[in-house]
């Protein structure tokens, strides 16, 4: 453990803290922000689990073996995302019209470092936004009890870890996480003339755990796993009017997020060709319904609506799946191409869909480039578009975010836009190859 290794990624964690640092105002598009890799994202995120770029140890911590030396990535994802709601017939607020694009542009960000101990051991660290909310809603709008002004959920996570080559064939790896989130939710109270605020922030921890195994010079199959985290949030409910039978002040909740598997695949066909494949589950369906409370412990009330009176965020969403395929050609010593095409589905249903978040399943087009400038400067670029299946919102009885008094009904039409550029930069010299390895990287 030299010092110049020390201080090498020393300087690189700090370089990363204040690329999260200057960006931590940046607004997140999407509840679950999948853009954490511009290398990944230019295959549609097919094979990530599996590795090829230090940026993979988001999926598998497992993967920092398969990058020698002292390393580091940074990342920047623009999300240019679009949803329009229509209201339809069954809205009682129709009059009110329905909204052009809700959802904010976002700059996402991520940072990784990782650096070799010896032959067998690597230590790393990564700081991302795995989660995040923002949108912007007119004041009057047919659907206004159900998405009011501006609301946001941002999250940052810090996860330093550790990653073992046990042989030739098999890694493993682990990593803790640290997670600060910042949540703000407005809702309009129609009936009232009123509207109420949550805002707050908190702490939240879980950890991440991976292997790969190499079972031919040219497979490498990887699978990763990030636990679930209870993200804790305290704060303040404010309302616009006083209301009788309403507790605003001090509360919090807890975001019950999900805990992901992903299961990758890097085949190399020849020395030009290598084939990608990805399928990933997430457990939505533990976010269930989150309980505002107040500092009592006694439930939150407003005088309209929401259970009889109490503030809740009834999320009631479904397992989510992702599938993608994709594949990388070495079109010379200094460029890579690859290309991918993926299926998403969403965890939240016709019965639960409200404006707020008004996702559905998708279909994600992506291409991408490494180019190395030299044998220690390299850059990535991506560039992804998703299209969004036809999307309904009926938030009627049996829709867990009715209020028992609004009815709104409509249909939002949305796609998204995602560019990605990464910067990678090695510290030290690399090391003479061994004269036997399975490894292909």
């Known amino acids: 453990m030299s010092f110049r290794g020390l201080k090498a990624v020393l300087l690189a964690c700090g370089g990363i803290g204040a690329l999260l640092a200057g960006m931590a105002d940046a607004n997140a598009g999407g509840f679950a922000l999948r853009e954490q890799s511009a290398y990944g994202q230019g295959s549609s995120y097919a094979g990530v689990a599996a590795g090829g770029d230090l940026s993979s140890m988001f999926w598998n911590p497992a993967t920092m073996t398969q990058v020698p030396g002292i390393q580091t990535e940074f990342v920047a994802t623009g999300i240019f995302p679009y949803a329009s709601n229509t209201p339809g017939a069954g809205s009682m607020l129709a009059a009110f019209g329905g909204t052009n694009n809700t959802i904010d542009n976002a700059l996402v960000p991520a940072g990784y470092a990782s650096w070799q101990l010896n032959p067998n051991m690597w230590l790393g660290l990564s700081l991302n936004s795995p989660f995040g909310l923002s949108v912007s809603f007119p004041d009057l709008w047919a659907g206004r009890d159900y998405a009011a002004n501006d609301s946001s959920i941002k999250t940052y996570n810090a996860t330093p870890s550790f990653a073992y080559r046990i042989n030739d064939w098999i890694s493993v790896g682990v990593g803790v996480q640290i997670q600060y989130g910042d949540a703000s939710v407005s809702r309009a109270i129609t009936p009232a003339a009123s509207e109420f605020n949550l805002s707050g922030d908190g702490w939240g921890y879980g950890f991440t755990a991976g292997v790969t195994v190499t079972p031919t010079p040219t497979t490498t199959i990887g699978l990763g796993y990030r636990s679930a985290i209870n993200q804790k949030i305290n704060g303040t409910m404010t309302l616009s009017a006083p209301l009788p039978g ?20 890097r085949q190399r066909v020849d020395p030009q060709w290598t084939l990608l494949g990805t399928v990933e589950w997430t457990n939505w369906s533990r976010i269930g319904t989150s309980t505002v409370v107040q500092g009592n412990g006694a439930p939150a009330t407003v005088l309209s609506g929401f259970g009889g009176g109490n503030v809740t965020l ?19 010593d200094r460029l ?11 965890p939240i249903t016709d019965d639960v869909r409200i404006p707020l978040i008004p996702d559905n399943d998708r279909t994600w087009l992506s291409v991408g480039s490494t180019y190395k400038i030299s044998k220690d400067l390299s850059f990535d670029l991506a560039y992804s578009h998703a299209f969004v299946k036809s999307t309904t919102i009926n938030v009627v009885a049996g829709n867990p975010s009715w209020d028992g008094i609004i009815n709104y009904a409509g249909t939002v039409s949305s796609h998204f836009d995602i560019l990605s550029v990464a910067l990678k930069y090695r510290f030290d010299e690399p090391p003479p190859p061994p004269s036997s390895s399975l490894y292909h990287k």
């Not at 009834?314 to 010379?332: H, I, K, M, N």
């Open 246 to 265: 309403s507790t605003p002040g001090s509360v919090s909740t807890t975001l019950d997020l999900p805990d992901v598997v992903s299961l990758g695949l």
């Open 314 to 332: 009834p999320f009631q969403y479904e397992d989510g799946w992702f599938f993608s395929v994709g594949a990388e050609y070495q079109w010379t």
């Open 336 to 346: 890579a191409v690859r290309g991918g095409v993926a299926y998403e589905k969403s």
